[in-house]
């Protein structure tokens, strides 16, 4: 009698996203029904928008979700926008109650049975998971060889990770958004003005030493004379808008000298001039 032939083994190379909530057992000891009220709502928003980047959730269990995509650059992508949005929903709770996912991508081989996705490749990616922070992303040197180019997020290396059950260490990156200028803090720090390209005068706005007021003009016209004088060499470059540092005291390297300066400025007793030339 012949023997029966095992089953095929169905597999394929696939971008496994793993994702559960930091802190579950905690959350649920503390507030039952809120919290599965909380992961519900998340749960939808997560499903949504595994959908709309191709994916296709596998397996879930309690708080964990495990999802497969066609491209690493998908899951990736997916992974940033429910962390993303799951932060805007969780702004306005306090944050030891609030609900935060840890999200692996890993891309491997995986064993597919029936709906559910099993093999290295999963558990990888559920390591992952465990790498990253509340609220962040972990993801293997496999997926960070496929989206560093293609995705302009801040990867942090976190070198070589010895997880539970797998034979080899992991190589490991945190992945953070990074937000455009355009949409920056409004209190961020301005990028200085670029220096020029030739020796630079900066005339800062003479004291009124009089005591009378209506002197101030007399010292801002000798200023103003200066400036237009220097503004006359061709090979100088005069800088008028020291006059918004009227009544400060100020280092000026900051504005115009700090990368290019080797000597101390002159004090700041009136009158000062103050002159920067570029290394060549």
Known sequence: MPAQQEPRVERRLAAIFAADVAG?????????????????TAREVMDALIA????????????????EFPSAVDAVQCAVAVQEKLAEAGAAEAEDRRLQFRIGV?????????????????????RLEGLAEPGGIA??????????????LAYTDLGEQQVKNIDEPV?????????????????????????????SIAVLPFTNMSGDPEQEYFADGIAEELISALSRVRSFF???????????????????????????????????????????
């Open 139 to 152: 993801i293997s040197g496999a997926a960070h060889g496929y989206v560093r180019k293609a995705l302009p």
């Open 106 to 126: 890993h891309v491997g081989d995986v064993v597919v049975r029936g709906t559910d996705l099993l093999g290295d490749g999963v558990n990888v990616a559920a």
């Open 238 to 280: 005069a800088r008028n808008s020291s006059f918004t540092y009227r009544g400060r005291n100020v280092d000026v390297r900051t504005k115009w000298a700090a990368p290019i300066a080797d000597q101390p400025l002159p004090s700041t007793s009136p009158p000062r001039v103050i002159i920067t030339v570029p290394k060549n």
């Open 171 to 199: 190589r490991a990156f945190a992945v953070k958004s990074t937000p455009s200028a355009a949409t920056a803090p409004c209190g961020s720090q301005p990028k200085p003005l670029p220096l020029p390209d030739k020796p």
């Open 24 to 40: 579950y057992s905690r959350l649920m000891s503390q507030d039952e029904a809120r919290t599965l009220r909380a992961l519900a």
């Open 52 to 67: 709309e980047h191709g994916g296709r959730v596998a397996n879930t269990a309690g708080d964990s979700v495990l999802a």
